[in-house]
């Protein structure tokens, strides 16, 4: 085997790494494209239902702690942890808190919505995106 081979089989590698990885973000776009429109769908369902909006409170990191935020929606999850905003925002409702967070509020940043919530977590529990808000239109006002 001589030199040049050695360089054009890195470079295929690299080229095969960067495919993969441009087909994995490719993959995950499309999952969060389709995912918004659930969220959209769920906030134009639970408006046409009526179902009264709150508002929106974060937890600390370390699971102590309330933090008021500017946000009004919907809980989505029995944890109240996950959440839409009335503008079709998914929203994690976990911040670092702090004494800052305490007397100002706290800020959670939409994320982009997962097609599975809870995949990949420590306890095994997963439920598809649509069926978690699905459960929720069904309880009305109360959280699932």
Wanted: glycine residues 12%.
């Amino acid at each position: 085997m001589n030199v040049g081979d050695g360089l054009e089989w890195r470079e295929r590698q690299r080229r095969a790494v960067r495919a993969h990885a441009a087909a994995d973000e490719r993959r995950r776009a499309a999952e969060h494209a389709e995912a918004a429109e659930l969220v959209a769908w769920f906030v134009a369902e639970a408006t046409r239902r009526g179902l009264p909006t709150e508002r929106l409170t974060a937890r600390g990191l370390d699971g102590r702690g309330s933090y008021r935020t500017g946000l009004r929606g919907w809980y989505v999850d029995r944890a109240r942890t996950r959440a839409v905003d009335v503008d079709g925002r998914f929203h994690l409702l976990t911040v670092a808190g702090g004494p800052r967070a305490l007397l100002f509020g706290a800020q959670p940043q939409p994320s982009p919505p997962p097609l599975v919530v809870g995949a990949g977590g420590r306890d095994g529990e997963s439920l598809p995106l649509r069926t978690l808000l699905e459960r929720r239109l069904e309880t009305g006002g109360a959280t699932p």
